[in-house]
């Protein structure tokens, strides 16, 4: 179990210092070369880190799993990892995988309107037809923000939502919101 962790951990690390380096160079601009280079020898370091942790995990791998051919819900063969951070939007929805440059980040209101609209999704429904659900609520947020909820709620045990069909089913409909509030509070909390 340690061994899994340490590599998690310090893939979250690489991407919460190259978060803090382009907040610095926003601030001082004047600095952008020194922060480019210091980002390129973490984003160099990080991939020696992931070609350690993808040789261990490849020896430990299940030859029965089919993660890697995209099956499992998973989203495309890679295993993701979802955790709540705090960044400079907040507290968030972070959705991770070994490959990622960086995380993506869902802020927590962002996350709760999203449950909100689609827990009211009675029936199946697109996803160009949830992302138009969505823009009536909050206008100007970016389809990955909704796509990280989805694929988090998807693989979610049990889930709460399942994709057939290009079409998502919302599985929980009368608590559908209650129980991604759940979810949530559920996530393990890693400070910045």
């Known amino acids: 179990m340690a061994e899994e962790i340490l590599p998690n951990q310090m893939l979250l690390t690489f991407s919460e210092i190259r978060l803090a380096l382009m907040g610095l160079t926003k601030r001082h601009p004047d600095e952008i070369a020194a922060t480019s ?5 973490l984003e160099r370091l990080q991939q020696l880190c992931l070609s350690a942790a993808s040789s261990a995990a490849n020896t430990t791998a299940d030859d029965g799993d089919d993660s890697s051919r995209g099956g499992g819900g998973q989203g495309y063969g890679r295993a993701k990892r979802y955790y709540r951070v705090n960044s400079v939007r907040g507290l968030c929805l972070a959705e991770d995988w070994a490959e990622a440059k960086q995380p993506y980040f869902v802020p927590r209101s962002v996350y709760k309107k999203c449950a909100k609209v689609v827990g009211g999704c009675n029936k199946p429904v697109t996803f160009e037809a949830v992302v138009r659900k969505v823009r009536k609520v909050l206008p100007d947020t970016p ?3 909704l796509r990280v909820c989805l694929r988090f709620w998807r693989q979610a045990d049990p889930p709460l939502v399942e994709l057939i069909h290009r079409q998502y089913h919302v599985l929980v409909t009368d608590s559908f919101k209650p129980a991604a509030m759940g979810l949530w509070k559920r996530l393990a909390e890693r400070q910045g």
């Open 143 to 145: 389809e990955y923000m």
């Open 37 to 41: 280079d210091i980002a390129e020898r």
